[in-house]
């Protein structure tokens, strides 16, 4: 009950724990750029992960663009068909398309990674593959991880698209904005690193995504729990590892003095 005892423990197996996900993107890295690579199931993860997460993602940036229109308007007293193009589309690019899509596809692509490699774990069949000398960073982390990495920029493209236009949707139809008008300022308030800002967080996000699910599943054990662990693990880390890198990350690009 010793509470410097606790505090070391915890500080001890957050260490180690921080330790086994380097070493295991120590291997997993090099072998997105190592022959052979498997393309086909690198296009067969791009439609995985991308593809089939574009209705989430989609729906989510619009009512997103949508409440923020909305927010912006009703704190605005003055110059709001000015502000609330502008803020929207500042917020969608730079923060919320990149981070909110991110966040969507953690829950669904990590749990999913982590669920299918966990199994693979458990039934011993990643331990065949090794026996069949094919490496499984290569044949099974490596696809994910590109295909991650590929397919979360164009994800948060489109994401950036869809919330401006829920943006646009509400001040149009429900704040009785001009269109044109609205779709000016929203140009206007716009710059290059605003949206490149935002996709380089979305790769990077795709990298955290794939690496967490490949390395809770790939480690599970214990059965059906220890894969129900693996996949809760998975979400959790790759949710809060994508709130830091965003911080990170927007430190880096819009910094004090820059």
Not at 36 to 61: D, H, N
Not at 62 to 81: H, K, N, P, W, Y
Not at 198 to 213: D, H, N, P, R, S
Request: proline share 4%.
């Amino acid at each position: 009950m010793n509470p410097f005892a606790l505090v070391g423990r915890f500080v001890i197996a957050f260490l180690s724990e921080i330790g086994r996900i380097a070493a295991f993107a120590s291997k997993a890295v090099p072998a997105c750029f190592m022959p052979p690579i498997y393309f086909r199931l690198v296009a067969q993860q791009m439609m995985r992960i991308g593809f089939f997460s574009l209705p989430v993602v989609g729906l989510t940036a619009f009512f997103t663009g949508g409440a923020l229109a909305l927010q912006i308007f009703i704190g605005s007293d003055v110059g709001a068909e000015t502000l609330v193009p502008q803020i929207v589309g500042l917020g969608i690019t730079r923060e919320l398309g990149p981070v909110m899509a991110g966040l969507m596809v953690a829950g669904r692509v990590s749990a999913a990674i982590a669920a299918e490699l966990g199994t693979m774990r458990v039934t011993e069949q990643i331990d065949a593959l090794v026996t069949l000398s094919t490496n499984p960073f290569k044949y099974l982390v490596a696809p994910r991880l590109i295909a991650a990495v590929i397919t979360m920029p164009i994800l948060v493209a489109i994401a950036d698209i869809i919330g401006v236009m829920g943006g646009w949707v509400v001040g149009v139809y429900s704040l009785d904005f001009n269109s044109a008008i609205y779709l000016k300022n929203t140009a206007n308030g716009l710059e290059y690193g605003d949206v490149t800002s935002g996709l380089w967080k979305a790769a990077v996000f795709g990298f955290i995504i794939a690496l967490m699910g490949c390395f809770h599943g790939y480690n599970s054990k214990g059965g059906a729990q220890g894969v129900g662990a693996a996949t809760t693990n998975a979400v959790v880390s790759a949710a809060i590892l994508i709130l830091a890198a965003n911080y990170v990350m927007t430190s880096i690009f819009f910094g004090a003095g820059r």
